[in-house]
């Protein structure tokens, strides 16, 4: 069985020899490779460059053998490539203009989001044509909520209360954007089915952020419709983080496989869903900065929870942290790939 073979009957729920293994943020600052890659170009940069997003997608594949390959990328090309730009920078983090008015939301320009964001076409076939039929190949987006939230706070936040206050008081508003949103996230995620990628993840990372009764309406609705607009060509992956009262909701969203945080056990999670519902999860992230013998131990412990069960990804709880070691990447790629 090919790593690209495991990872997509995993995500299917049909039998597997072990589960497959990926990391959110595979890509990135806790690989040396790509610290000297950022000596010579700013992020944007190495993201705006097919040769070079394909270059840093395939790092991690090259050291770790990992079963599935994410496209190196971000969730805010997509805002950026309806008008708002933003930028990277070193150890500040994300900025861009925020969202402040109706104008400024009437202003989004949703007439040619796939071909402002042709780059990323380019490096996917180029990642593709690297892998073969080798690893699996994982496009993205973010979840129209998860980019509302930054595009309306002009980047990250410590609270994100901008689009849940919108979300209360001005619904119509609220729904102009996410109609926006949703449409771009749509278009985009389809034009990177049709370069040839084997699932796509929708990230909605602030879901955690509303209140249980709030999600269906501010962030479920939308996730569905992106998810009816890509019409099964593709398994789709939704991670939620921080949403364990809303399974029902997220179930709802038509994914093939839901992300889990660390919070809570995997098999509970997979009990509560309709059986052809993978999880994909759910290591707590800071594990892989403790040491090799420990990653191991909390590395079976969810191997043994999930022994037997169908549709399970081996994932990360949320993204890599930048100071996991090396060392303990491999000891959990290791006993995920000699567990018996
Ligand atoms: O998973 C992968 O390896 C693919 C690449 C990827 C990145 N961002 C690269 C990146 C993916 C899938 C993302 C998604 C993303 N981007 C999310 C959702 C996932 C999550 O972590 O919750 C969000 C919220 C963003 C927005 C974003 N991009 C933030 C808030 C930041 C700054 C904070 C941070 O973690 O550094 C980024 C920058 C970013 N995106 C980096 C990388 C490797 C760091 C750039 C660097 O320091 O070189």
């Known amino acids: 069985m090919t790593n690209r073979q495991r990872f997509t009957n995993a995500c299917r729920c049909q039998p597997v020899d072990r589960p497959p293994v990926w990391i959110m943020r ?50 805010l090309v997509v805002p950026e ?35 402002r964001l042709d780059y990323v076409s380019k490096a996917l076939r180029l990642v593709r ?17 998860t980019l509302a939230c930054f595009m309306l706070e002009g980047g990250g936040a410590d609270d994100y209360t ?20 949703t449409g771009a996230v ?13 699932a796509v993840q929708i990230f909605d990372s602030l879901g955690g952020t509303l209140a249980s009764d709030a999600f269906a309406a501010a962030s479920g609705r939308w996730i569905t419709e992106v998810v009816a607009s890509l019409q099964s060509r593709v398994p789709v992956i939704v991670f939620s983080k921080g ?3 809303n399974w029902r909701d997220l179930a709802a969203t038509g994914a093939q496989v839901l992300g889990v945080d660390w919070t809570v056990r995997l098999s509970e999670v997979r009990a509560r869903l309709p059986q052809n519902i993978g999880v994909q999860g759910n290591l707590d992230p800071l594990v892989l900065t403790t040491t090799p013998e420990i990653v191991a131990a909390e590395t079976r412990r969810i191997l043994n929870d999930m022994r037997g069960l169908t549709g399970h990804v081996f994932n990360l709880g949320h993204g890599l942290p930048p100071t996991a070691s090396l060392e303990n990447i491999a000891a959990m790629v290791d006993t995920i790939r000699t567990f018996a």
């Open 243 to 245: 949403v364990n009262g």
């Open 81 to 115: 490539a309806l008008g708002q730009s933003y930028q990277f920078l070193e150890g500040k983090g994300i900025e861009m203009k925020p969202l402040q008015s109706a104008e400024d939301i009437g202003r989004l320009d949703t007439t040619a989001v796939c071909e």
């Open 129 to 145: 044509k690297s892998l073969g039929d080798r690893t699996a190949l994982i496009g993205f987006a973010g979840a129209p909520w």
């Open 26 to 75: 595979q890509a990135g600052r806790a690989l040396p490779e790509y610290r000297a890659l950022k000596e010579k170009y700013s992020f944007l940069e190495l993201v705006r460059t097919p040769e070079l997003a394909a270059e840093v997608t395939l790092q991690p594949i090259r050291r770790f053998d990992f079963d599935a390959a994410i496209i190196f990328s971000d969730i």
């Open 162 to 181: 901008k689009a849940r206050r919108l979300f209360y008081s001005d619904r119509p508003l609220f729904e102009r954007l996410m109609e926006k949103l």
């Open 186 to 198: 749509s278009a985009y995620l389809r034009m990177q089915i049709e370069t040839g990628v084997d």
